[in-house]
């Protein structure tokens, strides 16, 4: 019996609709967009779709080869993307994994190591897997190499080895300024220190002592090393350790050291005003036609004085001149014919002026003691001292201001202090209660040129303080 095959069953109505929809709208994409544009929309889209199938392959099957640039999509792939409305094909296009194998590769031989409390060069090169011989090498090669020793806690050093295990190359960065360098070539190792030059830009600062003058001027964003310069300026006509009351005020124009917007550190004060007890006091920083730089007034009058108010910052007075004061080691009236400052021990010591170093020794009951003939008429004396500082000596010469000893207990002391004493012809007198002498003002050219400086900075001042004062208001 003659078998009938059966015909295949005609496609479904809605599938042939279907495909004739999709034939008339590729011919009209055809006919609108030049072939140009419509070649480049199928680069997007051939991309965004073979990222899709390299993520949801299945990476134990063997993918066939294929030419660069060419697609493993199937030749509808781009109609159903553009037809599909799942979330798979609404999602950004992802970069090819490629790009991950484009980046550099880290470098084995580079380490970089901080430095932790109790670390030293050597725990340092352990970390960086070098031996003692290597670190020997290193600091012994010049006397400059051994400034890699001083470490500090954070601070960052760059170790790059060779090959075989030795030291390449050493790097440090010890501030935002300086950064020193060891390298090794083919005669040993080779030192070089690089130095940032900083932009310099004037910055005011503002401040009223509710406390003290330390803790003001850091509100106001002074640093200490710029506080302590504040004080110098004024030293001259404030006592810092007696005659700063609560509501005095101050005010600075001073530089910034900046690199890359970065503060970095402090320069000059160039002009300052300090109230004190209702008086103030101007300064404004002058450099002479000879290269001499001072302090003077608004108006050209020297701040610079014979001798300096006090001889140790910020301390405190415990005890004053006087012709009959109870010793309390001695239990006996006895004339104190000086001022004590208490400090901490350690604390520095200036000289109150110019002169020449008479004593630099030990002195009985003063302990160590310098004593400085100033000139034929004034002489002073600094007593308990804990020790000298470098190059202070009988016969040798010292500059007003200069630190010639530190803050002891020596001799018949009870405590920590500076003993002070200041004679004029020989004989003692309360060194608060001097008038102290003052050096030549500005005078001829020289005026002319301080005061076009000295005037815009004290308006700048005037400008500052009421723009600050404006703005609080608000």
């Known amino acids: 019996m003659t078998s009938i095959s059966k015909a295949p069953p005609p496609y479904p109505k809605s599938h042939l609709l279907a495909a004739s929809g999709i034939a008339a709208l590729l011919s009209l994409a055809l006919l609108v967009f030049p072939s140009r544009e419509v070649e480049a929309k199928k680069t997007t889209l051939n991309l965004d779709l073979n990222a899709s199938e390299q993520l949801e392959s299945n990476p134990s099957e063997p993918q066939q080869p294929r030419l660069p640039g060419e697609s493993n999509a199937s030749p509808f792939a781009q109609i159903d993307a553009q037809n599909s409305n799942t979330p798979q094909a609404e999602k950004p296009a992802e970069k090819p994994a490629e790009g991950l194998a484009q980046l550099p590769p880290a470098d084995p031989y580079t380490k970089l190591i901080t430095v932790a409390n109790g670390d030293t060069l050597s725990t340092v090169f352990q ?18 190499a051994k400034r890699f020793g001083q470490l500090k806690v954070g601070q960052v050093l760059e170790v790059k080895l060779t090959q075989d295990g030795g030291l390449q190359h050493l790097q440090s960065k010890l501030s935002d300024l300086e950064t020193i360098t060891l390298a090794k070539t083919d005669k040993g190792f080779d030192f070089k220190r690089e130095l940032t030059k900083p932009t310099v830009r004037t910055a005011y600062a503002h401040g009223v002592i509710n406390s003290s003058l330390f803790l003001s001027a850091k509100r106001a964003g002074l640093s200490h090393n710029m506080t302590m310069d504040l004080a110098n300026v004024f030293g001259y006509d404030i006592d810092f350790a007696q005659d700063i009351r609560e509501g005095d005020e101050f005010e600075v124009i001073y530089e910034q050291k900046v690199v890359n ?16 007890r209702g008086k103030p006091f101007t300064a404004v920083r002058y450099t002479n036609k000879q290269g001499s730089t001072s302090y ?8 610079r004085k014979a001798f300096i108010r006090t001889p140790v910052d910020f301390a405190r007075i415990s005890s004053r001149f006087s012709m009959g004061r109870f010793h309390p080691i001695l239990n006996k009236i006895r004339a104190h014919k000086g001022v004590d400052y208490a400090a901490p021990r350690g604390t520095p010591i200036k000289a109150a002026g110019d002169g020449r170093v008479q004593l630099a020794g030990r002195r009985g009951g003063y302990g160590n ?5 100033h000139n034929k008429t004034y002489t002073t004396l600094y007593g308990h001292m804990q020790g000298f500082a470098k190059g202070i000596k009988t016969g040798g010469m010292v500059k007003q201001g200069q630190v ?46 301080f005061m076009q400086m000295s005037k815009p900075l004290m308006a700048q001042m005037d400008q500052e303080k009421a723009t600050m004062l404006a703005l609080n208001k608000r």
Not at 127 to 144: Q, R
Not at 410 to 439: C, I, R, W
């Open 404 to 449: 010639i000893g530190y803050i002891g207990t020596t001799g018949l002391s009870t405590g920590p202090h500076l003993h002070y004493e200041f004679q004029v012809n020989g004989v003692h007198v309360d060194p608060l209660s001097q008038k102290l002498a003052m050096a030549d003002p500005i005078s001829g050219p020289d005026k002319t040129r």
């Open 261 to 276: 917007d970065k503060q970095v550190g402090d320069g000059n004060i160039l002009a300052a005003r300090f109230v004190n």
């Open 127 to 144: 970390k960086a897997g070098l031996t003692p011989t290597h670190l020997h090498e290193a600091l012994n090669s010049s006397d400059d």
């Open 296 to 303: 003077y007034t608004a108006d050209g009058n020297s701040m």
């Open 369 to 373: 003691t310098i004593i400085i003939q």
